[in-house]
Nanobody, 122 residues
Framework: QLLLVESGGGLVQPGGSLRLSCVASGSISSINAMGWYRQAPGKERESVATITSGGRTNYADSMKGRFGISRDNAKNTVYLQMNNLKPEDTAVYYC????????????????WGQGTLVTVSS
């Protein structure tokens, strides 16, 4: 069984910062792309940022310059540093990863975490 567990969410004031973490566990052979998505109340889930196994990153336009995605391949962990947070950043943030297991090293499975709530409010 493959699991992604997020942490680091919470309540922060506008202009503040938070760092989200997501750890993958299970019968992992390799992890390809990892990413963060978010879903605000009443809205569809949207991409925040993604990072390849080689470290190439991609950001949604509204997050560029404020958010930074990184990963530690040795720890099967992806991070999202969020700075200058705005009320419109309030959402549940989900971790996503494409993972190959030791049982089939050539097939990548898409795995989602359970989400962590980020609330930006004064």
């Amino acid at each position: 069984q493959l699991l992604l567990v997020e942490s680091g969410g919470g309540l922060v004031q506008p202009g503040g910062s938070l760092r989200l973490s997501c750890v993958a566990s299970g019968s992992i052979s390799s992890i390809n792309a990892m990413g963060w998505y978010r879903q605000a109340p009443g809205k569809e889930r949207e991409s925040v940022a993604t990072i390849t196994s080689g470290g190439r990153t991609n950001y949604a336009d509204s997050m560029k310059g404020r958010f930074g995605i990184s990963r530690d391949n040795a720890k099967n962990t992806v991070y999202l540093q969020m700075n200058n947070l705005k009320p419109e950043d309030t959402a549940v943030y989900y971790c996503n990863a494409n993972i190959a297991t030791i049982h089939n090293r050539y097939r990548y499975l898409e795995v989602w975490g359970q989400g962590t709530l980020v609330t930006v409010s004064s």
